[in-house]
Nanobody, 129 residues
Framework: QVQLVQSGGGLVQAGGSLRLTCAAS????????MGWFRQAPGKEREFVAA????????YYADSVKGRFTISGDNAKRSVNLEMNSLKPEDTAVYFC??????????????????????WGQGTQVTVSS
């Protein structure tokens, strides 16, 4: 199976920045897309951003657009999520996920958690006022 290892996260003041990384290993040599989701206490898991290597396409939730940047490194089979201008409402556990199915899907596909096959362990991001 595919293993996803997350790193980054932590505590930062509002307006600060953090970088999350997610690296894939295992049977899938080249994951088609990788995404980030987050879940705050008492809330449903929500989409944050995704990266598709074919076409180097990036997708963002409206809540993070313009503040977060996702990028992929195909050689390392990893993605970075650069989070800038962080807000307290960004506080959540962030999960990395991989979509192993090749294809060109609509943007809604990458924002749907059920479309992803494997998940990382999660990492806490806390943004203080």
């Amino acid at each position: 199976q595919v293993q996803l290892v997350q790193s980054g996260g932590g505590l930062v003041q509002a307006g600060g920045s953090l970088r999350l990384t997610c690296a894939a290993s295992g049977r899938t040599a080249s994951p088609y897309a990788m995404g980030w989701f987050r879940q705050a206490p008492g809330k449903e898991r929500e989409f944050v951003a995704a990266f598709r290597w074919t076409g180097s396409a990036a997708y963002y939730a409206d809540s993070v657009k313009g503040r977060f940047t996702i990028s992929g490194d195909n050689a390392k089979r990893s993605v970075n999520l650069e989070m800038n201008s962080l807000k307290p409402e960004d506080t959540a556990v962030y999960f990395c996920a991989v979509d192993t199915r090749p294809g060109l899907f609509s943007s809604s596909h990458y924002a749907t958690s059920d479309e992803y096959d494997y998940w990382g362990q999660g990492t806490q991001v806390t943004v203080s006022s």
